[in-house]
Every structure is written in structure tokens, then in C-alpha cells.
């Protein structure tokens, strides 16, 4: 899925580096050119920066540390996995 994009109202995958079977799910409730808004489970709403990267757009919404999680616009959110 080249370029992938965050679109409002989708739910996505985020997946935490310190623990492979970790994931949280993020949906987006607002998105402009610059910032998306995530409501994820646990966390709340947080309002982030999206960034470009080869397979499409992604954000850090816990922050850029090492170990910090990651949702990418690639990544949708399935129940049944």
C-alpha cells in the first residue's frame, strides 16, 4: 500500500517496539495537512504530527523516544487477526 494516509473516522494498529504482541488501537477523529488526532484506548486524545516515510505517512503520538510506539496509516485495525 504505497502512501498510505491517515483518513478520519479509520482505526489503525499502534505497536509498541519493547513488546511484539502489544498493540493499541488508534482512531482518527480530526486530520489536517500537518497534525492528526487520535483517540487511543488507554491514552486519550492526543493531537500529533504526521510524518512521510517511503510506504506512507506515520505518527509517534507517545513521543520519539527509543522504545516509543508507532502508528503508521498502512497499519488498519482488524478484530479478527
Do not use: H, Q, S
Request: positive net charge; proline residues 4%.
Amino acid at each position: 500500500m504505497a502512501n498510505a494516509t491517515f483518513e478520519i473516522g479509520t482505526e489503525y494498529v499502534m505497536l509498541w517496539p519493547g513488546n511484539a504482541d502489544a498493540r493499541t488501537a488508534c482512531k482518527v477523529l480530526k486530520r489536517t495537512a500537518k497534525f492528526v488526532v487520535l483517540n487511543i484506548d488507554g491514552f486519550g486524545l492526543k493531537r500529533c504530527t504526521v510524518r512521510a516515510a517511503a510506504d506512507g505517512e506515520y505518527a509517534t503520538p507517545l513521543g520519539t523516544a527509543y522504545l516509543a510506539p508507532t502508528v503508521r496509516a498502512r497499519r488498519t485495525y482488524k478484530w479478527a487477526d
